[in-house]
């Protein structure tokens, strides 16, 4: 209901931008351009959630909502945007040179966008006007080479600014892996703000991997959308490691029959960090299957808080579906928000939902303390442990160690008082 | 053109035949359904010309609450209540979330309806027609048998509340809610509308200004109720609302039983019913609160109920709901002191032109304190079923466990069930765990009861049975049987 209303502003709103053009000396300094979109929307009178810092804005999360009190429904989205110019840097691709690759988006072939589920309209229109690193990848018919299309986007101090819109068509028959790398340096004030978009034709394979390894200062939000036709599959695999207030989601459309969907998510919380994610597979096609997964490390006054859902749509017969969450906490002032939804329109389907959260296993910390490691040492192979089959989905070895040695490193600073 | 049409009828004349002996078959079956539906509901939907001896208008106006107010010849503070509740109403907007409530006028609901009699405690004084009513609700019968104590409200006004004297000498209280604002007063001001108050949300503020009837409870410290309480509520005006207050107050160490029975004959229009229960569960004793609610299908039912569990304390939650055209209910429980625990037990059976949004809340708010969750949902013939709740952890709940489970069956895709569960963890030392399954009865079942010698009906009857019957043995006998011929009954001519 909340999209319909969304995307008819977002129509209104290009109607109106000839005129609020003129309008717009009355901004105030410094206000993004996202920003005097999303309150020329939502008016003044729209009530901000307590705790919303000075350049965000509340955006509804969930698909139903549920009573305010579990403060799930809302979260603040950072709506500061960057100077338009582009970003530099390009996409490293595998050797043969089939992939069809542009800097433009002009030619995407655009009937649905998954990704505007989660994605106000106000800040699709402003990806669509400030993007400064487009990526348009086609990959054609019968396409199976192993080595992944890499993006390695780093965010320095000279350009700190990154707003990437990226599109990934796969051609019948294609499989392909396209891995985006976000990285910046520790202690700069860097913004990244981002969109990727999968288009599985018939039988393609796609897998994205997106891990988030920012420095702490980082603005990181992110959205995802994939779109699976007939026999398609969609893997995601999504590390939220760094940033200070991550916001990402991730919408995955299975549309045609007996397409697949696997969603892994890892993250890590510390310090006073604040993660939101909203996760959603959608079963629209018959025999469609679907897992999500994720895996989370929590410590400090780390707040976090994940929403997953599985819709059946009616007529998604034969379908099946199942998400787990597994958290592990390791210091008493974490907050740990989950809403593990499941939406069922539909009879002929298996739906299935688990969720654990809880402190380590005191007896295995013992055992391995009694073997000689400290508490710390212990504490971090039990962590790593908790990550690493999300962790080993990832095709780049080096992006691997660098979430194992961030977990190592916050286990280190915050896992002793535990 | 009509030449063809012809040659084809004859063509196909056995095609023609064995549809037309389908279509008769499932009209048959149609007309069954129709006849069983209308036996189920003949036991509940039976109604009586109103004889109210007064009616407020419709609507709600301060003057209208404190008529209420008046003719009940209640203390001042109890007016005030009601006036601030009536403020905090008009002032809250309707909830944001949940099943629409689009079709509710409050303007149309009659807040009050005060059947022509006083409340008696022998059921020979209750006017004819009323005791009928309970009599065919079975009641009186069951108040014989096996119960301690019964409370009956028609419309707006409990007609009948009863204990066994041997109850009443230890101490026990059981009576009607206007009775205990007159003669309890001080223990029902400090907790009437303390645990729920009117900010709570609109209907709740609702309740506030124009609550009546409901039943009060007080067991003593160390006393065991060993058979239950019972309070059944009948709505039977039509378009009228209905608005009581149950408070129990469970003192240390004792435990009881209270159940709560619903039910109101069908009109073409809406009924709303906006009752409070607020239960009090003191150090180490227990409580089992069990509700059948099969309110008939013009009903809203926005009800609100709470527990607050001392040390040691138990809440037993059973819920089971049938009734209804859209239910909010969510019976939450605090657990305020150290290893209170509450359990919840609950069952939806959601069907044509019903939306059921049921589920529970629990704040672990004390040390060591445990929850369990076990939620079944059914939702047949376009039905909606939904489960919401939310499970709250607080940083000092430290070693705290909470444990949901939660199953939906589908019987046909006209249906929905949904599951919207939110956890908020805030302390590491707990573990919480949570499981949800959708799905419907499966083929290999079926088949396997069917080589056993099944029908296929008897084998979908028989697992939909054993789906429920987890929380059909948490119910008192009767309601176990009855919950199962209520199954029977919904299930009878849905397949084939």
Redesign the interface.
């Known amino acids: 209901m909340r999209q319909d209303t969304l995307k008819q502003n977002t129509r209104d709103q290009r109607a109106l931008k000839q005129d609020t053009k003129r309008q717009e000396t009355g901004k105030r300094p410094n206000q993004s351009v996202l920003e005097q979109d999303l309150e020329r929307h939502q008016g003044p009178d729209m009530e901000q959630p307590q705790g919303l810092g000075e350049h965000e804005k509340k955006v509804q999360r969930m698909q139903t909502r549920t009573w305010s009190r579990s403060y799930v429904n809302d979260a603040g989205m950072a709506v500061s945007g960057p100077d338009p110019g582009s970003f530099p840097g390009d996409a490293a691709i595998p050797a043969s040179g089939r992939i069809i690759q542009e800097q433009s988006l002009d030619q995407v072939p655009m009937e649905e966008d998954a990704a505007g589920f989660f994605l106000p309209g106000e800040a699709g229109t402003f990806l669509d006007q400030y993007a400064n690193r487009r990526h348009y990848l086609r990959i054609p018919r019968g396409y199976t080479e192993q080595d992944p299309i890499v993006l390695d986007l780093h965010l320095t101090g000279e350009n700190p600014d990154l707003v990437d819109d990226v599109f990934i068509e796969a051609e019948e028959d294609s499989r392909v892996t396209v891995l985006i790398n976000y990285t910046s340096e520790e202690g700069q004030k860097v913004r990244h703000y981002g969109r990727t978009r999968i288009l599985a034709h018939r039988n393609a394979h796609v897998k994205l991997v997106k891990a988030q390894v920012l420095g702490k200062t980082a603005a990181h939000t992110d959205f995802i959308g994939g779109i699976a036709e007939e026999g398609a599959r969609l893997d995601v695999v999504l590390a939220e490691i760094g940033a200070r207030n991550p916001f990402s989601s991730c919408n995955l459309v299975l549309k045609g029959e007996g397409s697949e969907a696997e969603l892994d998510a890892v993250y890590l919380g510390d310090g006073q960090r604040s993660l939101d994610m909203s996760c959603r597979v959608e079963h629209r096609g018959k025999k469609t299957l679907s897992r999500i997964t994720a895996k989370g490390v929590l410590l400090e006054q780390c707040k976090k808080t994940f929403r997953d859902t599985l819709d059946f749509i009616s007529g998604a017969a034969g379908s099946r579906g199942r998400e787990e969450e597994n958290v592990l906490m390791l210091s008493p002032d974490v907050r740990n928000l989950s809403a593990p939804v499941m939406l069922c329109g539909e009879e002929n389907v298996e739906g299935d939902h688990a969720l654990s959260s809880g402190r380590l296993d005191e007896r295995i910390l013992f055992y391995l303390m009694s073997r000689g490691l400290s508490e710390v040492e212990a504490k971090k192979l039990l962590a790593e442990a908790a990550v690493s089959s999300v962790v080993e989905k990832i095709p780049e070895e080096s992006i691997q160690n660098r979430i194992r040695e961030r977990v190592r490193k916050a286990i280190e600073k915050g896992g002793q008082m535990a | 053109m009509e030449k063809t049409g012809n040659l084809k009828n004859t063509g196909n004349h056995t095609d023609q035949m064995a549809k037309d002996r389908k279509a008769r078959e499932a009209e048959k079956l149609e007309r069954q359904k129709a006849m069983l539906e209308e036996a189920d509901r003949e036991r509940f939907d039976f109604r009586d010309k109103d004889q109210s001896s007064f009616k407020t208008e419709k609507g709600l106006t301060s003057e209208i609450v404190t008529e209420i107010s008046k003719m009940k010849n209640e203390p001042d503070w109890m007016l005030q209540h009601r006036l601030r509740s009536l403020e905090i109403y008009n002032r809250l907007p309707m909830?944001?979330?949940?099943p629409s409530l689009d079709e509710l006028h409050m303007d149309d609901i009659v807040a009050y309806v005060k059947p022509n009699t006083n409340m008696k405690s022998d059921w020979n004084q209750v006017p004819g027609y009323i005791k009928d009513t309970f009599e065919r609700l079975g009641i009186p019968q069951a108040e014989q048998k096996s119960l301690a104590g019964v409370g009956a409200q028609y419309d707006s006004e409990v007609v009948y509340h009863n204990i066994r004297d041997e109850l009443s000498k230890q101490g026990v209280i059981y009576t009607d809610m206007e009775t205990a604002v007159r003669e309890h007063e001080d223990m029902v001001r400090k907790l009437f509308m303390k645990l729920v108050p009117p900010e709570e949300h609109k209907f709740v503020a609702l309740h506030g200004a124009v609550w009546s009837g409901g039943s009060f409870v007080y067991v003593p410290e160390g006393v065991h109720l060993e058979f239950p309480l019972q309070s059944y509520f009948r709505l039977n005006a039509a378009g009228a609302g209905q608005f009581e207050h149950t408070l129990i107050v469970v003192d240390k160490g004792a435990s009881a039983h209270f159940i709560e029975g619903c039910s109101a004959p069908g009109y073409n229009m809406l009924n709303l019913h906006a009752g409070c229960v607020e239960l009090y569960v003191r150090e180490g004793a227990t409580l089992r609160y069990s509700t059948i609610e099969n309110w008939s299908k013009n009903m809203m039912n926005l009800n609100t109920k709470r527990a607050v569990v001392e040390k040691n304390g138990t809440i037993e939650w059973i819920s089971g709901t049938f009734g209804s055209h859209v239910t909010m209910l969510y019976p939450s429980s605090i657990l305020k002191g150290e290893e209170a625990r509450s359990t919840f037990t609950g069952i939806s059976f959601s069907g044509k032109g019903q939306n059921l949004d049921t589920g529970t809340k629990v704040v672990h708010a004390a040390p060591n304190t445990y929850s369990t969750i076990h939620s079944r949902s059914i939702s047949k013939d376009g039905g909606i079923a939904v489960y919401?709740s939310?499970v709250d952890i607080l940083?000092q709940a430290?070693g705290s466990k909470s444990s949901a489970v939660c199953e939906?069956l589908?019987?046909?895709?006209a249906?929905?069930?949904?599951?919207?569960?939110?956890?908020?963890?805030?302390?590491?030392?707990?573990?919480?765990?949570?499981?949800?399954?959708?799905?419907?009865i499966s083929d290999e079942s079926v088949f396997y009861l069917m080589t056993r010698g099944l029908t296929e009906q008897e084998a979908r009857a028989m697992i939909v049975r054993g789906f429920v019957e987890p929380i059909s043995r948490e119910l008192p006998l009767e309601y176990a049987v009855e919950m199962n011929r209520l199954i029977n009954i919904e299930l009878d001519g849905t397949i084939g």
């Open positions: 909830p944001d979330w949940g919401r939310t940083p430290v939906s589908m019987m046909d895709s249906s929905r069930s949904d599951t919207i569960p939110s956890l908020n963890i805030r302390t590491d030392a707990s573990d919480v765990g949570h499981e949800a399954k959708v799905g419907r």
